[in-house]
């Protein structure tokens, strides 16, 4: 790796061959993988991973005002889910359609397991 004090054998190989200097400040394969395989089980929400507004506690079931509250919260979020799925759909918004542009999925509410950039979890892995 190159250091932040270059040589004259540094300055002399950029002038020559930028993009040689360039790629010696890459990580190797070895390093790349490391971090893609760590931040993938980061990353991944496990089966048994809660997320806001979708379950409620059986101690708020008994209080009817915590209740209808917490059912009026998960309302507003299916409702939220919604519009983002419908922006999602919406061909007039150019930054949501076209070859090679996923789906803004990242605040959606609710995700099913593995990696899927969804879900609002109670706690992060990261």
């Known amino acids: 790796m190159p250091t932040e004090e270059a040589t004259e054998k540094d300055w002399e190989l950029f002038m020559k061959k930028p993009e040689v200097l360039l790629l010696e400040c890459f990580p190797s394969q070895i390093q790349a993988t490391i971090v893609m395989a760590i931040l993938d089980v980061l990353s991944n929400h496990s089966p048994d991973e809660e997320y806001l507004g979708e379950k409620s506690e059986s101690a708020w079931a008994e209080n009817p005002v915590i209740k209808t509250t917490f059912e009026k919260f998960n309302g507003k979020l299916k409702e939220l889910e919604g519009i983002i799925d419908e922006r999602n759909a919406n061909k007039v918004l150019k930054n949501r359609n076209g070859a090679g542009i996923v789906p803004y999925e990242f605040l959606k509410p609710f995700s099913e397991p593995g990696v899927t ?7 992060i892995s990261i």
């Open 117 to 123: 950039g969804k879900g609002v979890p109670y706690s």
